[in-house]
């Protein structure tokens, strides 16, 4: 089994100063793990953020080159752990080997994404506009731009996801590839698993030469304060509640410095279903719906938590359908105890609120959660009433039928910000819904057709995010490569010599980037 010691991890070395010890647990049965950890004392997260302020500079001024060869070298060591791993991570979360197997490479080609995108050279946004000395009235200035790392990043790990999101998941990934050293506070439902992650993370920066502190580990609950409030702390990245995520953003604006947070809370992801889709596949939407709903057991962050269907014959049978195949769903283990009695305070919550009913779901009983679906009134949305706002985390879902297209825009209107809305159309659907798109645009960072939002693809063009609540900044993503942008900011340089200018910047474009010169995109040297 892997050697798991409980340490902190500090500028590259174990700290277990702190006489506090936190228990790994076995996610299916409760019982104890034979693993303890030493919660950080305030002085070790002090430490920790401060290693990463030393690391800063030089690891900033590393080529890109350098930082995707310790991208890559990361993503090596992640492929190397071994079956051992992959059993230690099922006890400590109840996930099947198969679904950590898939993450694993997940994460592993997270960071070997970045690396790729470091090579390309588009994160640098390289602009510049030549002097004009001769201009009149007044000369231009030579002015030249491009991004760099904002400095140490802290990145919360995510309950849900015991490698993709969390110790080298996207947030520690995207930093890393900006430039940015980092500092995790692993979740408290898998340390065990981020040790033996950041064990792997700190084999791969000693073996590329990178500076002691690029990366930087800590356990504990309410350490996050002292670490989000730590002046050489510059952003945070956050997967998690709506509650812990706002308490973090409260945090990080009332420091004398504000730093931004980027934080993915809370999203109930609607399906629309239009008519003449029911009326083709209605039986088959029914069954694909309820695979989505029930997937690891809904713990996932694009779950659909709202289906939103317009009365009809149609839409009847296919109630029926779904509550028939949402009533035979077996219970499944969650997380852990915290997520599954969450999951219970959430269905009571639906369960006393006047204007819904239980349509499908045994009573909760025992350690697993069982599948539950509501039918709520269009009332309760059109209005924007608390209740059908809030996600529950884990296999549910609620129903709201509406009278007409009519009323099917009024509902949506009372929608707060989402990460997903989805679209299940016929083209016969599609012919007059520009502007129900429009409407979806406003509410959601992706958008989906004939496709169930239970799975987020790694690449370029992938956006997960959305207005709030869904995250506390719309303007970016935590999947895909754009997710580095969070952790980048631009600097302007005026009139400065060729040889003070980044390489991104220099006449000679000795990176053989795109470069935006004078309003033309060319990879040319000046």
Known sequence: MPDIRGHNYIAGERSATGSTILQS??????????????????????????????????????????????????????????????????????????????????????????????????????????????????????????????????????????????????????????????????????????????????RAAQKTGMPTGVFNMIYGAGVGEWLVKHPAIQAVGFTGSLRGGRALCDMAAARPQPIPVFAEMSSINPVLLMPEALRQRGDLIANELTASVVLG?????????????????????????????????????????????????????????????????????????????????????????????????????????????????????????????????????LADSADLVALLEQKAGRLLLNGYPTGVEVCDAMVHGGPYPATSDPRGTSVGTLAIDRFLRPVCYQNFPDALLPDALKNANPLGINRLVDGETTRSAL
């Open 25 to 202: 647990l076995d996610a299916s049965t409760g019982e104890a793990l034979p693993y303890g950890f030493h919660q950080a004392t305030e002085d070790e997260v002090n430490a920790a953020a401060e290693a990463a302020a030393a690391a800063y500079p030089v690891y900033r001024a590393l080529s890109a080159d350098a930082r995707a060869t310790f991208l890559e070298a990361i993503a090596d060591e992640l492929d190397a752990l071994d079956e051992d791993f992959v059993a230690l991570v099922c006890r400590e979360t109840a996930l099947p080997a198969g679904r950590i197997q898939g993450e694993r490479g997940r994460t592993s080609g997270q960071m070997r994404l970045f690396a790729t995108v470091l090579r390309r050279g588009d994160f640098y946004g390289a602009r510049i506009d030549r002097g004009q000395p001769e201009r009149r009235p007044l000369p231009r200035p030579d002015l030249r731009q491009c991004r760099m790392g904002l400095g140490p990043v802290a990145v919360f790990g995510a309950s849900n996801f015991p490698l993709a999101f969390s110790t080298a998941g996207g947030d520690t990934a995207a930093a890393l590839a900006a430039g940015c050293p980092v500092v995790f506070k692993a979740h408290s439902g898998h340390m065990a698993t981020a040790e033996c992650v950041a064990d792997a993370v700190i």
């Open 297 to 429: 057991c809904g713990q996932f962050c694009t779950n659909p938590g709202l289906v939103i269907g317009i009365c009809s014959p149609e839409f009847t049978r296919f109630l029926d359908k779904l509550a028939g195949f949402m009533a035979d769903q077996p219970p499944q283990t969650m997380l852990n105890a915290g997520t599954l009695e969450s999951y219970r305070k959430g269905l009571a919550h639906l369960r006393d609120q006047p204007g819904i009913t239980l349509l499908a779901g045994r009573e909760q009983q025992g350690n697993q959660a069982q599948p539950q679906l509501f039918k709520a009134d269009a009332r309760l949305l059109i209005e924007g009433e608390e209740v059908l706002q809030e996600e529950v985390f884990g296999p549910t879902s609620v129903v709201v039928e509406v009278a007409d297209r009519a009323e099917l825009i009024r509902a949506l209107q009372g929608l707060r910000g989402q990460l997903t809305a989805t679209l299940i159309a016929e083209a016969a659907d």
